[in-house]
């Protein structure tokens, strides 16, 4: 598993040009748009970045087996789930539980410690999840329907956090009306607004792309006004 991590990460890829379960969380409708209908314009990733990119999926890979060695249940890995026609992949169902591991910045693990994501999720982890959940509903290994959760590890100091979340009919029915909106949009022959504005750089009086922009692939052909 780990030697496919290091392949995939040195291949190149094409742009995929279709929705996919892991950018459904976007609350920017233009990045869906042009992943969808314009993905050649997305950035190729600098080495640096597919580097941080391998030593997350690295890292992920080694909690699921120091779980499995500890006695978990590990099931389902990178299972292919389908919802309204788009496919994704989970990252796995831990003793009946559907599970999604992050790797994060020190920084980064407060919102899994102090449990926030319903309050501070800029890039959509729970409404991925919720996905993920919507296309496993029927599944048997998944025994404990109502929660999800998130097992974070702190790339830098090596901290674990189990941050969980119940989860209802009503998310469900907002993740197939947000999703189908989705599919709405990049179908449809407009290109939406913008998602996110410029934040103000300290006090000089400039400006900046907020936290969700500057992550983007798309943020030159966004931005380029």
């Not at 748009?33 to 391998?54: C, G, H, I, R």
């Not at 999703?179 to 449809?188: E, H, K, N, Y």
Request: charged fraction near 30%.
């Amino acid at each position: 598993a780990l030697a496919n991590h290091v392949k995939f990460a040195m291949a190149k890829r094409e742009p995929k040009g279709h929705l996919r379960g892991s950018i459904i969380g976007t609350e920017c409708e233009r990045k869906l748009y042009y992943s969808v209908n314009t993905p050649e314009d997305a950035e190729p990733f600098p080495p640096q970045v597919n580097f941080k990119f391998l030593y997350g999926n690295l890292i992920e890979e080694m909690v699921l087996f120091l779980a499995q060695q500890a006695g978990h249940s590990v099931e389902k890995r990178e299972h292919k789930v389908e919802v309204e026609g788009v496919e994704g992949h989970i990252d796995a169902v831990i003793d009946g539980v559907l599970i999604d591991v992050k790797s994060a910045s020190g920084r980064a693990m407060d919102k899994f410690k102090e449990h926030r994501l319903e309050e501070d999720d800029p890039f959509g982890y729970l409404k991925q999840i919720d996905f993920y959940r919507e296309g496993m509903k029927d599944d048997p290994s998944i025994s404990i329907k109502g929660s999800v959760g998130f097992l974070a590890v702190n790339k830098e100091s090596g901290g674990l956090v189990l941050d969980m979340y119940r989860r209802s009919d009503a998310d469900a029915k907002a993740l197939l009306s947000s999703l189908r909106s989705s599919i709405s949009v990049v179908a449809g022959p407009d290109e939406p607004p913008r998602g996110f504005s410029a934040v103000p750089d300290g006090s000089s009086g400039n400006l900046k792309l907020c936290t969700q922009c500057s992550y983007c692939a798309f943020k030159d052909k966004c931005w380029q006004d």
